[in-house]
């Protein structure tokens, strides 16, 4: 059985950070690409950024030079680092990891006041 648990969430005013955790733990296969989504009520889930297994970062172009994803294999985490957080930012972060399934945890949520 796996288990993919985010933390760090909270609230935030405008401009300030916070740093997302998803830790992936259980029974699982060789993790290729990490990522998060965030959903927002009323929304789309909404693609935040990718990491793959050698590292390299994808972002939404909304969360660009704000963001910044990275991982640490050696412990199955994954981190979100968000800066110059707006109120657009607001919404359930969902972490995922895929082996040779996707694998999702159950969100932190992110809220951002003006």
């Known amino acids: 059985q796996v288990h993919v648990a985010e933390s760090g969430g909270g609230l935030v005013q405008a401009g300030g950070s916070l740093r997302l955790s998803c830790v992936v733990s259980?029974?699982?296969?060789?993790?290729?690409?990490m990522g998060w989504y965030r959903q927002a009520p009323g929304k789309q889930r909404e693609l935040v950024a990718t990491?793959?297994?050698?590292?390299?970062?994808i972002y939404a172009d909304s969360v660009k030079d704000r963001f910044t994803i990275s991982r640490d294999n050696g412990k199955n985490t994954l981190y979100l680092q968000m800066n110059s957080l707006k109120p657009e930012d607001t919404g359930r972060y969902l972490c995922?990891?895929?082996?040779?399934?996707?694998?999702w945890g159950q969100g932190t949520q992110v809220t951002v006041s003006s």
């Open positions: 995922y990891a895929d082996d040779f399934r996707r694998l």
């Open positions: 990491i793959t297994s050698s590292g390299r970062g």
């Open positions: 259980g029974t699982f296969s060789s993790i290729n690409n």
